[in-house]
């Protein structure tokens, strides 16, 4: 959904509305992808300025679109569903990568991911 946005200019909730309808999902897994959807675009702006930030000569504009937006949505993911390992989110991104993306996109994305994560707080270990 992050792709079919930033490469139409399409509103979210159209782009939710033509995804969506032609998929067959659990309704807690729309649910969910709808709502880290929804979250990744309304932080857009603050998630690019820390991907930036750790994309040491990178352009955010150059970077891969599968793989900004990979970016985009694992980082808000860290952010903001403490539920969700870190370990797991980076890990769900590099198979997306690996999958959609280029070769020395796994890296990459890794690097910038793993970069990020360290500089997150730690979550209180669960009982």
Known sequence: MLFQWEQG???PQYVIHTFLRTQKRDPEEEQFAQSLFEGTVGEVAELDRRVRSHAEHWRLERMAAVDRNLLR???YELLHCPETPPAVVINEAIEIARRFSERDSVDFVNGILDA???TLPSSPPRS
């Open 9 to 11: 200019q399409h509103d």
């Open 73 to 75: 949505l694992a980082l």
């Open 116 to 118: 990020i994560r360290k």
